[in-house]
């Protein structure tokens, strides 16, 4: 029915953009909120997920390594183990073991003492090579995202920009990591998995299709529950009281999706550019010389413009029990923490890191920060 | 089959389209065509349409119907609407016949008084509606029929008199079917009227105050517009010019019948709104309500002509103008659209990977921390100065975005003062011989302002490009200049296509729309030198007098023309594919020239200026404050020889404090630091620079 609606519309609206990016309003509406975050500890050289352990520290994947952070503000850090390729999503199990998402090796679950005791490299025969993010449910099953076929994680920009058809997975695994299946396939970058409150669906958000969708456990069925972000989304968590935090690693701008539609310039931009300047979404917007400028991006008096075309965006999302945006704090284009990737709720606080600007942050609590934005 | 598109690509049509949409003269295109296009069919389908005979019987019958069309724009264009002019009209036609040749008053004593009997109707509309405040269309719907049943009446009381009109003087006959060089005297009367109005609505101060308050009545009362009286002349000229038709028509009818004017009011409005002249007021021409006219007039009579039936006329008359009127409200309100979408004409420009940045590169450009610890001067208290000079005193000049020149004061620069205030944006400086401050103005031109502050204009125009459909003779974009040793300005106008605010979008479109320009002070005469530039930017007249030296921004390289010696009058590319957007260029100590980057390349950029297309599509498809531009948010500063060698390169990294450099210039061993969106001036101490050197003892000697 949908379909039909989308014929009419083209029918009738011959100009309309099927997918045009949603203005920045209602919920998302602009503010600096996040940009009144504090900052916790030392900065973290390029973090990407967090998870809260059973010991009461906060796990940080950065680069290579996760890092311990413990004591009253997460201060003191302390090495936790170490793989050879980039470590992204993480998650506890109920029964004490970290499960880790390691570039191009698949799922690896660790002992509270950072033993490795568990792999999951497969699934269905084909590896998983691009493990974006993890998730587990409260009976143990274990929920993990493929991101792509063709790229591994650190790979995400080239993948964007390649406009390939959606070839990512959502892998569902016993407790043991022993038998993988694939709930659901030709997702186009899944990057953030969540098992609803409910425990009943699971929730996945996909940064090149700009959605989320509801899978449930049982069965095949799927519901969209957002259908197109201006933000690029990226790692769902389940926050207090029926909610979710969901980080958005960038916005989308006009000039990305003009570019993706420009197949020729796009090819040639990736053989002879170098990826620092192509034009599409950053994560951390640092300073670059040569990098393309947009009109609406030229500063005035010195000033760069907060409304400017974003090459970098912090953005923040508080959702409702339905998946709705209730609230979202910004961090904008002159703002400093941008490139979210992973967003932990810890207690009555909400913490979220920064891998374009390596940090780990506490957002305002709603009181403290102003509402209006 | 590359060249080929390159060529059509830097001499798109589009351009032509774009310069073309731009005129004020296309806004009436739809009427105009239309005008045509009937002209054409009826000569085409009614036989003998064209021929002598049927022109001037067509002229005859037109030239009231056009008087009137002419009396109700004035209306129109006031901000109103006068209904009156049909009654007024036929009124004054039986007037005319009845003190004529009824009365036997003298001819020029009866149109004397007819004219001030349509003068005193319009009165009586214009007074009640500017001064009694009432609504024009009811007014004047109110005189419309009152006059209406005026004239039934009399007509009806001198039936008899009016049955048995017999006039032999020869004027009056002249007057209804006499020929001027072959035109009908009514219609030479009409041109004459037509040709007297246009003027006096857009040259004549009153009549340009009636266009005036029918634009804005407000904004015409601020700028102090006599709004009432106005209006009141404006309904007056109306109801004259009515009258007017009422004599012609009455010279040629030798009668005054029940129908006469019935229905003129409707076709004159039509014709008015046909022609495109907005019922809202103010916009519009007298030429525009004739062309109207014109096409009503032909529809009916050459539908007549083919046989349709009156009522039928009336029908496809309706639907035309329905029609055309929608079109026509579409076309206008469209048409800066329209324009928005063609004037970007982006162009193919080829360029090489530039030198190495990279603080390690090894390269004479790569990154260094020269000027991170420049001093700021005038911080916050300057907005965008785009370029600085130093007078003999040491004090520092400045431009200001407001349109001012500001002085800082020596030694210190803390005072501020306005030196003077000339307005349009002040770009490029220079002092000449006399110690004059010379400034290139965006939107002005060249203006000089003398020791005592007084402002003088040194130019403002060039020579027209003849081939061009823009007119370009006013200088748009007057970027930078400097002055030879013989007196002469050099001068560069960056672009001819853009407003200094949208100078990025020149650099996106990367065509060569700018000038080299000499202005003779001695001969007073202004010529262009070099065209077809792209964005010249940086002037400088080279240490032996003998060469300019100008930047092109968008194509990141240096020329060099000659003004004297055997080379003179050629122009040669000194330094090509240099890593930044070139801006001023100023002498060095050392004999050197120093050169301000006010951006940097970046290799996506140069990659979509080899792809014009992509970029038309960019225009099309993304809102403006998305498109790419050149990278001026950063810059630096560069040092070059005679030779186009490159020495050296001053950087602030992460341009903190001078994001874009636009200009430098060197003062008692000081490099001083400007930028065209800065909120300051820096100044750095130079290591290896003669500390007594000053630019005008290296212009103009010591004296």
């Not at chain 1, 974003?310 to 923490?337: F, T, W």
């Not at chain 1, 941008?338 to 891998?355: C, F, I």
């Not at chain 2, 014709?271 to 007298?286: D, H, K, N, P």
């Not at chain 2, 060095?588 to 038309?616: E, H, Q, T």
Request: glycine letters at 10%; aromatic letters at 10%; proline letters at 5%.
């Amino acid at each position: 029915m949908s379909f039909i609606g989308d014929v009419v519309d083209r029918m009738l609206f011959p100009n309309r953009e099927i997918h045009v990016i949603p203005v920045l309003d209602g919920a998302f509406s602009p503010n600096q909120r996040l940009d009144q975050a504090r900052q916790l500890g030392q900065e973290i050289e390029r973090p990407d997920d967090l998870a809260l352990g059973p010991d009461g520290a906060l796990y940080i994947s950065s680069g290579n390594a996760i890092i311990r952070c413990s004591g009253a503000d997460f201060g003191d850090r302390a090495a936790f183990t170490r793989f050879s390729a980039p470590v992204g999503g993480l998650a506890w199990t109920g029964d004490g073991r970290l499960i880790a998402c390691v570039s191009k090796q698949g799922l690896v679950a660790l002992s509270a003492a950072g033993k490795t005791v568990g792999k999951l490299d497969s699934a269905l025969g084909e590896p998983i090579a691009c493990p974006t993010s993890v998730a587990v449910a409260p009976d143990g099953t274990i929920y993990a995202t493929d991101g792509s076929r063709a790229n591994a994680p650190e790979i995400w920009l080239p993948d964007l920009l390649q406009n390939r058809a959606p070839s990512g997975r959502l892998i569902a695994c016993d407790r043991g990591l022993k038998e993988a299946l694939v709930q659901a396939d030709k997702l186009a970058w899944p990057f953030g998995v969540v098992v609803s409150h409910g425990g009943d669906e699971v929730w996945v958000a996909e940064s090149w299709s700009h959605r989320l969708t509801a899978f449930s456990r049982s069965g095949d069925r799927r519901r969209i529950i957002v259908k197109n972000y201006s933000g690029y989304p990226a790692r769902i968590v389940r926050g207090a009281a029926n909610e979710y935090w969901m980080a958005f690693f960038g916005v989308r701008t006009q000039l990305t999706e003009f570019v993706l539609r420009e197949r020729e310039f796009c090819e040639a931009m990736m053989k002879t550019v170098e990826p620092d300047l192509w034009i599409g979404p950053t994560l951390d917007g640092r300073f670059n010389y040569r990098e393309p400028t947009q009109i609406g991006r030229i500063k005035k008096l010195g000033i760069q413009k907060p409304w400017a075309p974003a090459r970098s965006y912090g953005l923040l999302a508080r959702l409702n029990s339905d998946g709705e945006a209730a609230e979202s704090l910004h961090s904008r284009v002159d703002g400093r923490i941008h490139g979210v990737t992973g967003v932990q709720v810890v207690g009555s606080r909400v913490l979220a890191v920064s891998k374009g600007r390596n940090c780990l942050v506490e957002l305002p609590s709603p009181a403290s920060g102003d509402k209006q934005g | 089959m590359k060249s080929l598109q390159r060529f059509w690509h830097r001499n798109s049509p589009q351009l032509f389209l774009g310069e073309l949409l731009e005129k004020r003269w296309m806004e009436p295109i739809i009427p105009f065509t239309l005008t045509i296009a009937v002209l054409l069919v009826s000569a085409l389908m009614i036989p003998h349409y064209t021929s002598l005979g049927n022109l001037q019987q067509l002229m005859r019958s037109f030239a009231e119907q056009g008087m009137v069309a002419i009396a109700m724009a004035f209306s129109v264009l006031s901000g109103g609407i006068d209904l009156s002019v049909g009654s007024v009209f036929a009124m004054s036609n039986f007037l005319a016949v009845y003190f004529y040749l009824i009365l036997g008053l003298p001819l020029p004593v009866m149109i004397f008084a007819v004219i001030v009997f349509g003068a005193l109707m319009g009165a009586i509309n214009g007074g009640m509606i500017a001064y009694g405040k009432t609504r024009p269309f009811l007014t004047t719907l109110v005189v419309l029929i009152i006059l209406r049943g005026a004239y039934n009446k009399a007509t009806a009381a001198f039936t008899e008199e009016l049955a048995s009109i017999n006039s032999d003087s020869s004027v009056w006959d002249f007057m209804g079917s006499g020929f001027v060089f072959g035109i009908p005297t009514n219609m030479a009367v009409l041109i004459v009227v037509a040709v007297a109005t246009h003027f006096y609505l857009t040259r004549v101060r009153p009549g340009v105050h009636i266009m005036a308050v029918g634009s804005s009545r407000k904004a015409a009362r601020h700028a102090g517009v006599n709004v009432k009286r106005a209006l009141f002349s404006a309904y007056v000229i109306s109801g004259a010019i009515t009258a007017l038709a009422g004599i012609f028509y009455a010279a040629r009818q030798n009668s005054s019948g029940t129908d006469t004017g019935v229905g003129w009011e409707i076709n004159a409005l039509a014709a008015v709104v046909l022609g495109g002249i907005s019922l809202a007021g103010g916009r519009g021409t007298i030429a525009r309500a004739m062309m109207g006219a014109a096409i009503i007039f032909m529809l009916i009579s050459g539908l007549v002509q083919t046989g349709f039936s009156g009522n039928l006329t009336t029908a496809i008359i309706g639907i035309i103008l329905l029609v055309a009127v929608g079109f026509n409200v579409k076309w206008v309100k469209n048409k800066g659209k329209v324009l928005q979408k063609v004037y970007v004409v982006p162009s193919w420009v080829d360029f090489q990977p530039p030198p190495s940045i990279a603080r390690h590169g090894g390269t004479v450009f790569a990154e260094n921390d020269r000027l991170k610890n420049a001093q700021p001067i005038a911080l916050n208290q300057i907005e965008g100065p785009e370029d600085i000079i130093l007078d003999r005193r040491d004090n520092l000049y400045t431009v200001n975005r407001n349109g001012s020149i500001i002085r800082f004061l020596a030694p210190d620069y803390c005072v501020r003062e306005e030196f003077a205030r000339i307005g349009g944006r002040p770009l490029g400086l220079a002092f000449d011989r006399d110690q004059n401050l010379l400034v290139c103005i965006a939107g002005m031109g060249v203006y000089g302002i003398k020791a005592d502050r007084t402002i003088f204009k040194v130019t403002d125009r060039t020579t027209r490009t003849r081939t061009r459909l823009k007119d370009d003779s006013r200088l748009y974009l007057a970027d930078d200049l400097d002055v030879a040793p013989d007196g002469k300005i050099y001068f560069s106008e960056a672009t001819t296509r853009y407003e200094l605010a949208d100078w990025a979008l020149d650099g996106f479109e990367g065509r060569g729309n700018g000038r080299l320009i000499c202005h003779d002070p001695k001969s007073g005469v202004t010529k262009t030198v070099l065209k077809n530039l792209t964005f010249p930017n940086g002037v400088c007249i080279a240490h032996d007098g003998k060469s300019v030296l100008w930047a092109s921004t968008w194509l990141c390289r240096v020329y060099r023309y000659w003004i004297a010696g055997e080379k003179a009058g050629t122009n040669e590319l000194l330094i090509d594919n240099l890593p930044g957007y070139c801006d001023n260029i100023n002498r060095s100590s050392d004999g050197k020239y120093w050169l301000a980057f006010c951006g940097l390349r970046s290799p996506v950029y140069d990659l979509a200026m080899a792809n014009p297309s992509f970029r038309i599509r960019m225009v099309k498809q993304i809102p403006p404050d998305e498109w790419l531009c050149p990278g001026i948010n950063y810059g630096c500063v560069i040092k070059f020889d005679d030779n186009g060698v490159v020495s050296e390169s001053l950087w602030d990294p992460g341009g903190l404090s001078h994001p874009t450099i636009t200009s430098v210039r060197e003062h008692k061993g000081y490099l001083f630091i400007g930028g065209l969106e800065n909120n300051r001036i820096g100044r750095i101490k130079l290591a290896n620079a003669d500390p007594a050197w000053e630019a005008h003892k290296s212009y103009w000697g010591a004296s």
